[in-house]
């Protein structure tokens, strides 16, 4: 179960690109969420134009200010700020917008907390987001273990199964071709985690320069 965000704006811009930053199947780096949240009262503060200018075109905006997210410009003061700025540490420069995708199992925005259950997912929605593996081009695909829960509820994702190695910082799950699919922590983790997100985003920055 889930709360739709009431913003029009924005359920028009998921409509148009359920996504955020490069188009998934351009990108070669995609990282895969639940669902996109956002506060109730966005459309009165004043990030909300940021916001929509980044669900527009998600690359110009990492071009054009410097980060990925509007969630890290000076400005913004709400939730969500400590999963981007984990995320920023693995590296990315704007030079790399084209190659990062950010794609959650929900294509609408939503609202409060979430319980998502396989009947609240769009299923044309999955099968874009399974093909991204199966098409077997240069890709790295990073969940969490939240989203692993779910997809394997679906019944979508029938290549999905236990890590083929779980000995790396980053445990891979599945390789088909040139795609690799790996394990992560969830970039909203903090406290005792934080240090195994640090050896993973030294693992995943890796990855920018050399793909194993």
């Known amino acids: 179960m889930y709360h739709p965000h009431p913003c029009g704006e924005l359920n028009a811009l998921f409509q148009h690109r359920p996504f955020q930053g490069a188009a998934p199947e351009q990108a070669r780096f995609v990282f895969v969420g639940l669902d996109a949240n ?19 075109n998600g690359v110009a905006f990492w071009q054009r200010y410097g980060v990925h997210h509007p969630f890290l410009l000076p400005n913004y003061r709400g939730d969500g700020r400590r999963y ?17 995708s950010f794609v959650e199992l929900l294509d609408v925005p939503t609202v409060g907390r979430s319980g998502l259950e396989p009947k609240d997912l769009n299923p044309q929605h999955l099968s874009r987001i399974s093909a991204l593996v199966t098409a077997g081009e240069l890709r790295h695909v990073f969940v969490s273990a939240g989203v692993v829960r779910l997809m394997l509820a679906t019944r979508a994702f029938p290549w999905l199964g236990r890590p083929v190695r779980s000995h790396d910082l980053v ?12 394990l992560h922590l ?23 320069k050399h793909d194993d």
């Open 171 to 182: 445990p891979l799950l599945y390789a088909f071709g040139k795609t690799k699919v790996h």
């Open 38 to 56: 956002y506060d109730a009262t966005l459309e009165h503060t004043s990030s909300f134009q940021f916001v929509l200018e980044y669900h527009a």
């Open 84 to 100: 981007h700025l984990n995320f920023a540490r693995i590296g990315f420069t704007p030079d790399n917008a084209p190659e990062v």
């Open 186 to 208: 969830h970039f909203s983790n903090y406290g005792k985690f934080q240090a195994q997100l640090a050896h993973e985003a030294l693992a995943i920055a890796q990855l920018i």
